[in-house]
């Protein structure tokens, strides 16, 4: 039987790129200092990746200048967002689940957690874990094992919920635990995941029917 869910927060909860231009606003403006090192394609697709892909990620991916690469992490080290964030509207099904939900969300700690907070999700998880590459050496498999440990949850009892077949879902599946790729726009085919699913209709009846 399930006992609790594992969420992923970024394109799972709310699609990024609707803030994605504000929080790297100061990025796109220190890309455009080195433009003798990017191509113009290069900057519109690195501004693409970034609603989905971790900065780290992508400036290794497109091989920043470790100038630049430093003063971006210096910069998002210490960036906020404060503004109302709106969740994808399916979201509201989740909040009527009763099962203990648990966040776990990677990213620059400052962030991530004034994202956590615009959203207004912390009070829907029993626990909100934040991971910053920059400050831990800890993986997504790191965490859902000590989460199994510390709330004694066998591999089989959980299910993780996330838009990345290959990042959340990817430690999940390793582990034994379910896999439900959330994946609204259809960016993915379904391969190495439990349920593939355009909304959350679908793990309200599997969580129904677990029951039963």
Same mark, same amino acid.
């Given at each position: ?122 009070? /829907? ?6 991971? *910053? #590459? &920059? ?5 997504? !498999? +790191? ?12 591999? /089989? ?6 838009? *990345? #077949? &290959? ?5 999940? !599946? +390793? ?38």
């Amino acid at each position: 039987m399930i006992k609790a869910l594992i969420f992923d927060f970024d394109n799972t909860i709310f699609p990024t790129k609707t803030i994605t231009d504000e929080v790297f606003a100061g990025v796109y403006e220190l890309m455009g200092q080195y433009s003798g090192s990017l191509s113009k394609s290069d900057i519109e697709n690195i501004q693409k990746e970034l609603a989905g892909t971790a900065f780290q990620k992508v400036a290794d991916h497109y091989h920043f200048p470790e100038e630049l690469k430093s003063k971006g992490i210096a910069l998002l080290n210490e960036t906020t967002y404060h503004k109302p964030i709106k969740t994808f509207k399916d979201y509201a099904q989740v909040r009527q689940i009763s099962l203990p939900k648990f966040l776990v969300t990677f990213g620059f700690m400052k962030l991530q957690q004034s994202k956590i907070d615009s959203a207004g999700v912390r009070n /829907d998880f029993k626990e909100v874990i934040v991971v *910053d #590459p &920059e400050l831990s050496h800890e993986t997504k !498999r +790191d965490v859902f094992l000590r989460l199994m440990k510390k709330y004694n949850y066998q591999a /089989d009892e959980l299910i993780a919920v996330g838009d *990345d #077949p &290959e990042a959340e879902l990817g430690a999940a !599946r +390793d582990l034994g635990i379910k896999t439900y790729l959330y994946d609204p726009e259809s960016h993915f085919k379904s391969k190495g995941v439990t349920w593939h699913e355009p909304h959350y209709h679908k793990l309200i009846d599997i969580l129904a029917a677990d029951r039963q």
